[in-house]
């Protein structure tokens, strides 16, 4: 497997509360992503980062905000969670010359 | 819009049998396009097709992209329990990437 590491894997929080969700690998790829996913849906992008400090929105990117200070982290961080943030999150890594794409364990994330 | 399609929702299947899943997309910028599995954890990597009638070959799972048609096509031959899951279908759209919904896939013994 990739090393990646997804923390936490599952927390509950209350509607309003900021959450912070993080994901750390150590194959020293550029590109890092943040997906969540829910039934009926499959996997939709949130956002995506192609190196420090360098990040973008994907398709459903409405209330999170993501930050890379290190090669190894993306953070996604849900500045005041709802109930429909309620999802699995998954991070995934790629390198610079391929789409492959290597998915984290996944953070499943309830907010009440 | 992107968007990726895939059918059929879900197939049951008996052990031995030969499955088909399709997968046809409607997008801007196709790059790429990726064939996943996921077993009730993180989905893990299959194929990836960026050429057209080329097909990929890992073991009794094979895949083919049509890029004129707009659509591709994931085998799985002599199905065994171990395959039962969900397959999820994605396309490269430059650093984007848009899935489908996936099909779920019960092999039956």
């Known amino acids: 497997d990739a090393g990646i590491t997804q923390s936490p894997r599952h927390k509950v929080t209350e509607t309003g509360t900021p959450v912070t969700l993080r994901c750390h690998q150590t194959?020293?790829?550029?590109?890092m992503y943040w997906y969540r996913q829910d039934p009926g849906h499959g996997l939709r992008l949130i956002h995506y980062?192609?190196?420090?400090?360098?990040?973008d929105k994907g398709e459903v990117s409405d209330g999170y905000s993501v930050s890379r200070s290190k090669t190894e982290d993306f953070l996604l961080t849900l500045e005041s969670a709802t109930s429909s943030q309620t999802s699995v999150y998954f991070c995934a890594i790629s390198g610079v010359h391929s789409y492959e794409q290597y998915f984290g364990p996944g953070t499943r994330l309830t907010v009440t | 819009e992107d968007k990726v399609v895939q059918s059929p929702l879900s197939l049951v299947v008996h052990e031995g049998d030969t499955v088909t899943l399709n997968c046809s997309y409607e997008v801007t910028n196709f790059r790429s396009l990726l064939w996943y599995k996921q077993e009730k954890k993180a989905p893990t990597f299959l194929f990836m097709l960026?050429?057209?009638?080329i097909e990929k070959k890992s073991g009794r799972l094979s895949s083919i992209l049509d890029k004129k048609e707009l659509f591709s096509i994931l085998n799985i031959t002599a199905t065994q329990t171990g395959d039962s899951a969900i397959y999820l279908c994605a396309v490269a759209t430059g650093n984007q990437f848009y899935f489908g919904t996936g099909t779920s896939l019960t092999v039956i013994p």
């Open positions: 980062s192609y190196g420090v400090k360098d990040t």
């Open positions: 194959e020293n790829h550029r590109y």
């Open positions: 960026t050429s057209s009638g």
